[in-house]
């Protein structure tokens, strides 16, 4: 294919891209000023006037995750390295929705993995973070498949996952515990199998 037709082809991508977000953007603010109505609320006070579309654009933003992948955000910055030793970066801001009350759950994320053979760019791991905490999820899964993204993209000898995560579900409404935190792991490879690794993850986890 030639440069010209390459450059035209994305183009009709960006264009069809940017349609389809006008589209979400247009139906789901008919939906927001439907919510605000149902509260109670005038929305042609001057103060809601562009809310629908705003909260439109700012629930795209929270589920961005949807629209990429592992593979399009690796862009192939996985290389060849000779380092056996663990892996690991820790607290990773991440920020997420809860699926049962769409309401956002936030927490760090800790990702380990054992290499053997290939290593992983490290900003690429707060990527994967980003692609799957941006929709709406529930913790354990986010631990996962985030644990599987790894794992599927070096092959190494093992993942250590961890989060711990505040859920506004649990802090504004319902029990309403102000200070409650939720921990979830996913163990993968050596991680699962070796005692010694998952307590040297663990040492490295809490090392300051
Ligand atoms: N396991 C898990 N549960 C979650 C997560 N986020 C929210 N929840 C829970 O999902 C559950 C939904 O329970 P329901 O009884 O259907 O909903 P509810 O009446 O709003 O529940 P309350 O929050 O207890 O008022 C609640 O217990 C939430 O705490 C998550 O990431 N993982
Ligand atoms: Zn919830």
């Known amino acids: 294919m030639s440069k010209t037709m390459i450059k035209n082809n994305s183009k009709a991508h960006q264009n069809g891209a940017d ?13 927001y000023r439907t919510l605000l109505e149902s509260l109670g609320e005038d929305v042609s006070r001057e103060g809601l006037l ?11 933003f929270f589920t ?23 892996v690991l970066v820790k607290d990773i ?29 490290l900003s690429k791991l707060a990527r994967i973070v980003e692609i799957f905490s941006r929709r709406l999820q529930v913790q354990e899964r986010l631990t996962k498949q985030i644990a599987e993204a790894v794992f599927d993209a070096v092959n190494p000898a093992g993942v250590a ?40 993850f663990m040492n490295l986890l809490q090392a300051k």
């Open 161 to 200: 996952v961890a989060i711990e995560g505040v859920h506004m579900c649990m802090v504004t409404r319902g029990v309403q515990k102000i200070n409650s935190k939720t921990i979830t792991s996913t163990m993968l490879g050596v991680f699962k199998d070796d005692p010694e690794k998952r307590e040297e």
């Open 50 to 60: 562009k809310t629908p579309e705003r909260a439109s654009k700012a629930m795209l």
């Open 93 to 121: 801001e991440m920020f997420s929705m809860c699926e049962h009350h769409m309401v956002p759950f936030y927490g760090k994320v800790s990702i380990a993995y054992l290499p053997q053979g290939k290593i992983l760019g």
């Open 19 to 31: 349609a389809l977000r006008e589209n979400a953007i247009t139906t789901m603010a008919e939906c």
């Open 64 to 86: 961005k995750g949807y629209g990429e992948s592992v593979e399009e955000v690796l862009n192939d910055a996985v290389f060849d390295e000779d380092h056996n030793e663990i």
